[in-house]
T-cell receptor, first 113, second 109 residues
């Protein structure tokens, strides 16, 4: 039973399109995150939600919009995709304060052509 | 803010060798974690280690928070240990992880 699941695993799309990535966790965690891993493997946080409330919003283009319908789900919608958006996007969750139990999904490899 | 530096950036080992990976962080942290990203891209949480020493099989980790560093030891390396090892420190009150650039490990048979 997958703890943090993301769909799709791979996404190839043309510049200018709009796409969404979905994430679900069955761990009962309160906090969910989106991280971006670039081509050099560098990982950086984008957003975080705690119980459906946005608590971290890093310097990310406003073409990226997260949505959390409930605390088990966190989706990422990207408008007007650009070549530079190509990356691996990881969803993660953690139970609460302190960062113990941080669990990552398997990632979504987005390729913009 | 917290900065996290890892060394070495790349490491090549023969199967059976031991290795030590280092993580330095720039500010006092109350949370330090080690992750392994396998060749398929999956990120696995290895250790939650704000201080002290922990062991899990052939892997162990030590964090000396007062001196702002953490070490990951891999003993008797196997080809399945290949991948990228990241350390990450918690920043602020919202569980934001600041990752180092990683150590890319290749273990050859």
């Amino acid at each position: 039973d997958t703890a943090v699941s993301q769909t799709p695993k791979y996404l190839v799309t043309q510049m200018g399109n709009d796409k969404s990535i979905k994430c679900e966790q069955n761990l009962g965690h309160d906090t969910m995150y989106w991280y971006k891993q670039d081509s050099k493997k560098f990982l950086k946080i984008m957003f975080s939600y705690n119980n459906k409330e946005l608590i971290i919003n890093e310097t990310v283009p406003n073409r990226f919009s997260p949505k959390s319908p409930d605390k088990a789900h966190l989706n990422l919608h990207i408008n007007s995709l650009e070549l530079g958006d190509s990356a691996v996007y990881f969803c993660a969750s953690s139970p609460g304060q302190g960062g113990y139990g941080y669990t990552f999904g398997s990632g979504t490899r987005l390729t913009v052509v | 803010g917290i900065q996290v530096e890892q060394s070495p950036p790349d490491l090549i080992l023969q199967e059976g060798a031991n290795s030590t990976l280092r993580c330095n962080f720039s500010d006092s942290v109350n949370n330090l974690q080690w992750f392994h990203q396998n060749p398929w891209g999956q990120l696995i949480n290895l250790f939650y280690i704000p201080s002290g020493t922990k062991q899990n099989g052939r892997l162990s980790a030590t964090t000396v928070a007062t001196e702002r560093y953490s070490l990951l030891y891999i003993s008797s390396s196997q080809t399945t240990d290949s991948g990228v090892y990241f350390c990450a420190a918690l920043s602020g009150g919202y569980n934001k992880l600041i990752f180092g650039a990683g150590t890319r490990l290749a273990v050859h048979p």
